[in-house]
């Protein structure tokens, strides 16, 4: 009887104690937010260079100069790449109404490789804002097709999807490399597939806050995205411009991987394995989940880009290749996981 008694109690509580924290609240956000700072401050004093607290404190002008032009600089690249990447990969998700695609793998980021590499050859002297906009009109074009090609063939099996845009992906790869092979600019194209914050200084990543606001532009259309990802039948009865909606999407990823590809280079499977994980976190709640997105995007690249100056110290690892790593792994895991759920 006294069991009988008890176990009723504790759905109650657990559902009171649920109510109470929920998962992905605003004081969790917080405390997330707060450990991604951390990771941030220890991110600025890793390095070859002897930049400590103590020589800092101390008036070390040489200490200081370094983690001015060089630290903090690189620190604000890494945590607005990684927000805006992820967040561009849940944009992406919605639009192509999969939760396997992300900018690297539909052919966006080698869109926007090509178009570096088009403005590079045509005008050699282009500034750095020249490159970004015509990179980003290619992406759109390549994200465009994808979007097309998804239209036209019918795809029962989710997984192909990102496979068709791996596919698509290869050919503007095939064809942006040998052109890069006949205008003699193998070794430049190979600095934008690989991402590394190495080179970022002061006066050379100013162009990233674009995708900072592009990332608040994003989060402010979250509830949009959720509806033209249910289709463009669905989200017109609902009196919503699904054509403007996807167009809109469509800027945003497309600037953010241009401004990323041009400032850093390349950052395979962020965009995906972040919103991934927060949805088996937090649920499918687009406008909760974007926040959560950004802050995970920002703590998985600062981890990984001081994983990639420490394994091999002096030497430093380029963050793409620490990423591409464990996000293969990652990836291979959801797709085992997808899976299995279909028995």
């Keep these: 009887m006294a069991s009988s008694t008890i176990t009723p109690i504790a759905p109650a509580a657990a559902e009171r104690a649920t109510r109470a924290h929920p998962r992905g609240s605003g004081g969790q956000l917080i405390g997330a937010g707060a450990a991604i700072a951390a990771l941030a401050i220890i991110s600025m004093f890793v390095g070859v260079s002897d930049v400590s607290l103590p020589a800092l404190l101390a008036g070390d002008q040489t200490a200081w100069d370094i983690f001015w032009i060089s630290r903090v600089p690189r620190t604000i690249s890494v945590v607005l790449a990684g927000m805006a990447l992820s967040v561009a990969g849940l944009i992406m998700q919605l639009m192509a109404r999969n939760k396997f695609v992300e900018p690297s793998t539909v052919g966006t980021v080698e869109s926007a490789s090509l178009g570096i590499l088009v403005v590079t050859v045509a005008v050699p002297g282009a500034a750095l804002l020249t490159k970004m906009s015509v990179a980003a009109v290619f992406a759109a074009l390549g994200t465009g097709l994808f979007l097309l090609v998804l239209r036209r063939i019918p795809l029962r099996n989710t997984l192909l999807v990102p496979l068709v845009g791996i596919m698509l992906g290869g050919v503007i790869a095939a ?150 790593a464990i996000g293969s792994v990652l990836f291979l895991c959801l797709l085992l996981r997808k899976r299995e759920r279909r028995g």
Excluded: H
């Design 175 to 324: 064809v942006t490399t040998f052109f890069a092979y006949r205008f003699d600019l193998l070794q430049t194209l190979n600095s934008w597939m690989i991402g590394d914050f190495s080179g970022v200084l002061r006066g050379r990543y100013e162009l990233l806050w674009i995708v900072a606001v592009l990332t608040v532009v994003g989060y402010l259309c979250a509830d949009r995205f959720t509806m033209a990802g249910m289709g463009q039948e669905f989200s017109t009865n609902l009196g919503m411009n699904y054509n403007k909606v996807m167009m809109t999407g469509l800027v945003i990823v497309s600037l953010i991987s241009a401004v990323v590809v041009v400032s850093i280079g390349s950052i395979p499977f962020l965009g995906l394995i972040v919103p991934n994980l927060v949805s088996l976190a937090f649920g499918d709640n687009v406008r909760r989940s974007v926040p959560w997105v950004a802050v995970f995007g920002a703590g998985f690249v600062l981890a990984c880009d001081i994983i990639g100056r420490t394994i091999r110290f002096p030497y430093e690892i380029p963050v793409g290749v620490v990423v591409s």
